[in-house]
């Protein structure tokens, strides 16, 4: 995604939100060039986590003890495995 510097500065938190949300990258520029990139540091968006889990081929004790994980994570994080 590209915006402006303008943009950034009057919609960072929506821009940030996101970045974080869907792992996009941002480009930012000023007067026309690129002159930085706005993107997460460390772990993978809720989408991208569910594409890698999907392609891994888990048993059925797997299948439940990963289900059981994401209940729990749920209760501490509120979201976990809520898709």
Known sequence: ?????????NDS???LDRV???GDAVQVERH???VV???R?????????????KAVRFTAAEQRELKAAMGAAS????????H
Not at 1 to 9: D, F, G
Not at 41 to 53: C, F, I, M, N, P
Not at 75 to 82: D, I, L, M, N, Y
């Open 75 to 82: 209760k501490v994080f509120g979201h976990a495995g809520s």
């Open 13 to 15: 938190k929506g821009i």
């Open 37 to 39: 990139q706005i993107r």
């Open 32 to 34: 026309g060039k690129r």
């Open 41 to 53: 540091t460390v772990g993978v968006s809720g989408a991208e986590l569910l594409k890698r889990l």
């Open 20 to 22: 974080i949300a869907r």
């Open 1 to 9: 995604m590209k915006v402006t510097a303008t943009e950034l500065a």
